[in-house]
């Protein structure tokens, strides 16, 4: 196994963390999550433009282009033979002595690995929808930035763990937002509900594409923000992200509790996205 250290592609074993590391001091860092179908990367020049978005909101000055990373990030996975399953990359400020204070002189860390997925589980899981917690987003106001400090969303994925849902679903003051790693989609009369892509919610890549998928199925779309009882009231539920795709919701639990069906919309979006994974938008 091989992993990304800096502009190096090196043995897992030979790859050592810093202890002076902004990112272990601090979460002073940011990353992204790739997918690979059939060995190749998807969508992955949306991934490093977001990239390259959280570095500038953050004056965090990258200091290598996104040809480079597109070939690093190509080699590892050629070199891990990974043919189905996602590449994380990750980079830091940098090392230098715990100092809340940055100083633009620190050079960033970047590393990355491959980690294997199972398309065929997830197909599988897709057909049968899952279930989601409602709580609190107790997370701070850049929610835009990919940023690794994850704090807020690993707290909220251990609440639904336990109450033996598979995704929590976050409300600030009653307002719907997002999944604690995912985009939430409602579905009420033929129209698409989601929140708009502020400060408030990281703006998915699978987001974005479905948004495009629904346009061209000349479905209407509202990006907009929406009480969490509207939830109530949807005829289809489900969220996207790069690893779950366009995942059904069947219930919810917490804060709203309801029951749904896997409905025709969102089952024409996960066809769209199947092809659109394949072929490009093609329709
Ligand atoms: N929202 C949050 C908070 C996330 O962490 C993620 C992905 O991990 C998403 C949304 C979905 O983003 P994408 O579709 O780019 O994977």
Same mark, same amino acid.
């Given at each position: #196994? ?12 030979? /790859? ?31 991934? +490093? ?14 200091? &290598?282009?996104?040809?480079? +990373? ?8 050629? #070199? ?30 970047? *590393?990355?690995?491959?980690?294997? +997925? ?22 701070? $106001?850049?929610?835009?930035?990919? *940023? ?19 995704? /929590? ?10 999944? *604690?790693? *995912?985009?939430?989609?409602? %579905? ?9 892509? =502020? ?10 594409? %479905?948004?495009? $998928?629904? #346009? ?41 509790? =309801? ?5 025709? &919309? ?18």
């Amino acid at each position: #196994k091989y992993v990304l250290h800096n502009e190096h592609i090196i043995s897992a074993d030979d /790859a050592k963390v810093e202890m002076n590391d902004r990112g272990y001091h601090f979460g002073d860092g940011i990353y992204e999550v790739i997918r690979i179908y059939n060995s190749k990367p998807f969508t992955m020049d949306e991934h +490093l433009n977001r990239l390259i978005e959280s570095a500038n909101k953050l004056d965090l000055n990258l200091q &290598i282009t996104k040809e480079t +990373l597109e070939n690093l990030i190509n080699k590892l996975v050629e #070199k891990n033979e990974l043919t189905d399953g996602m590449v994380y990359i990750q980079m830091t400020r940098g090392v230098s002595p715990r100092n809340h204070l940055y100083h633009r002189t620190e050079n960033p860390i970047l *590393s990355g690995f491959t980690q294997k +997925l199972s398309t065929q589980e997830n197909q599988t899981k897709q057909k049968q929808g899952i279930s989601a917690w409602v709580t609190d987003d107790i997370r701070w $106001l850049r929610c835009d930035i990919k *940023s690794i400090n994850l704090l807020g969303n690993v707290i909220a994925k251990r609440e639904a763990a336990d109450h033996h849902c598979q995704e /929590a679903i976050l409300h600030r003051d009653g307002m719907i937002t997002e999944g *604690s790693s *995912s985009n939430l989609f409602l %579905v009420k009369d033929q129209t698409l509900y989601t929140h708009p892509a =502020t400060n408030l919610i990281l703006n998915g890549i699978t987001r974005q594409i %479905v948004l495009k $998928l629904a #346009k061209s199925l000349q479905f209407e779309m509202v990006e907009e923000a929406f009480p969490k009882d509207v939830i109530e009231h949807a005829d289809e539920a489900f969220i996207t992200s790069t690893t779950m795709e366009v995942m059904p919701i069947i219930e919810f639990k917490g804060g709203v509790k =309801t029951s749904l069906k896997i409905g025709p &919309i969102t089952e024409k979006l996960q066809d769209a996205f199947q092809h659109y994974k394949n072929d490009g938008l093609s329709t």
